[in-house]
């Protein structure tokens, strides 16, 4: 299909309805998956403070839309009750409609003293604090704050606080039956990006440059109202240009192109990485050899799919996986992470393009079920028709791990794009 500006906006949905659906999606989180992340954790009491400007990773994917700050300084209180229910509390100066409960009047006393106060009352057993040595995700309590809440509970309550380090990773790396139903229109409509990129609209040899058409990428996102998480990247390999040393920026026929680009949309992050074939004249299809790599590096990508299951961390997948790559006569690396309310999201780390040997610390956090992953990985294989050059094959494609199996969100590459 061919893919135009006006086709890729009727697939988005204007912001006024998104924030309805986001705030529905957050009162359901609220209702049903954080009892049961603070029950697995152990967690009678959960504090999330942060100050405008300044805001825990976290809090933003606490607080209802349109809010866009903490607005001075928000603090929310998650209270365990003996039923396994939630109470929801929030010491701020305007309040979050009905999903928190105002709990603060400025006027009577100091926003550290009512929290003093209602932890007290509540007289937990196990306070969880947004402090974390491993995850920033679970750093999110400023050193200033922290002082000040620990002045403020005194030492007996600040006793029993300890890291909430995991279930901040687990709100935010677990995605809910219907942001895993909205996910495949969003991977789709990365896909269709490409595709248009990779196209003769776009690309004329010998004319374009890669840095066209990396601004080509951040302007469309612009207009069409999405975030890019990082700047696109566009590169070449060619005969006598490899992947170690590519220089060249002007684009030609006979190039194999590659692409990094990704966006936030609903609140959700994508992460894309393709390849496109120039041809050259006379040609109808890239050199046998390209193909032969492009099928290994979604060997790859099978291989890593299948060593993914719950419960294993991502230090045990990645050994497994790069293990039997090799044993079939695979050149693999892999550098898989999630993906959810962040581009390079909460979740096991399942090996860094420079730490193929396994990820202290992150790389032993576990898989869970009802997560997202970027299957971000790369093959090298020499080509024949480029005088045995060694031709780097860098994919990424989005995938859901769902009742204990991973998918495809909406597909992947497996053949090139054509331009010419």
């Known amino acids: 299909m ?87 509390l929030t010491l701020d100066r305007y309040g979050y409609g009905d ?4 709990a603060w009047d400025p006027d009577r006393e100091s926003q550290w003293g009512c929290l003093a106060r209602l932890v007290r009352e509540r007289d937990p057993k196990r306070i969880g604090l947004n402090v974390s040595r491993e ?48 996910y495949p229109s969003l991977i789709e409509l990365g896909h269709a990006l490409i595709a248009e990129a990779f196209s003769p609209r776009v690309i004329q040899p010998g004319e374009t440059t890669t840095q066209d058409v990396v601004w080509w990428f951040r302007q469309s996102l612009h207009d069409l109202g ?44 994508t992460d894309h990485q393709q390849h496109a074939y120039v041809l050259r004249p006379g040609e109808d299809s890239a050199p046998p050899g390209l193909v032969a790599a492009l099928a290994e590096g979604n060997r790859l990508q099978d291989i890593l799919l299948a060593e993914m299951r719950v419960g294993r961390t991502g230090n045990e997948v990645l050994r497994a996986a790069l293990d039997r790559a090799r044993a079939e006569g695979l050149d693999p690396q892999i ?3 999630p993906l959810g309310y962040h581009g390079h999201a909460a979740g096991p780390t399942i090996g860094l393009w420079d730490q193929q040997g396994g990820v202290p610390g992150k790389g032993d956090y576990p898989l869970y079920d009802e997560t997202v992953y970027a299957i971000e990985l790369n093959i090298r294989k020499p080509v024949p028709e480029w005088d045995g050059q060694v031709v780097r094959i860098t994919l990424e494609e989005d995938a859901a791990l769902t009742g204990g199996q991973m998918r495809w969100l909406s597909g992947r590459q497996t053949a090139f794009h054509l331009i010419g």
């Open 135 to 182: 995850f920033a995700f679970g750093d999110g309590l400023t050193l200033a704050e922290f002082y000040d809440l620990k002045c403020a509970l005194g030492p007996d309550l600040m006793s029993r606080t300890a890291s909430a380090e995991r279930l901040c990773i687990g709100w935010l790396e677990r995605r809910i039956e219907p942001e895993l139903l909205a």
């Open 335 to 337: 550098y898989t992470h």
């Open 226 to 269: 999405l975030s890019a998480w990082f700047q696109p990247t566009v590169e070449i390999q060619s005969p006598g240009q490899s992947f170690e040393a590519a220089s060249r920026e002007l684009i030609q026929p006979g190039d194999l192109l590659h692409c990094d680009m990704g966006f936030i949309e609903m609140g959700l992050a």
């Open 2 to 88: 061919n893919y135009n500006r006006s086709t890729l906006h009727d697939r988005l949905v204007p912001l006024r309805i998104q924030a309805e659906v986001r705030n529905r999606w957050l009162t359901e989180r609220l209702d049903s998956l954080l009892p049961e992340l603070m029950t697995r954790e152990g967690f009678d009491l959960w504090i999330v403070a942060a100050r405008e400007y300044n805001e825990d990773p976290v809090i933003m994917t606490l607080l209802p839309e349109p809010a866009m700050a903490a607005r001075r300084r928000t603090i929310l209180l998650f209270f365990r009750r003996p039923d396994e229910s939630v109470e929801r």
């Open 99 to 102: 999903l928190y409960q105002r």
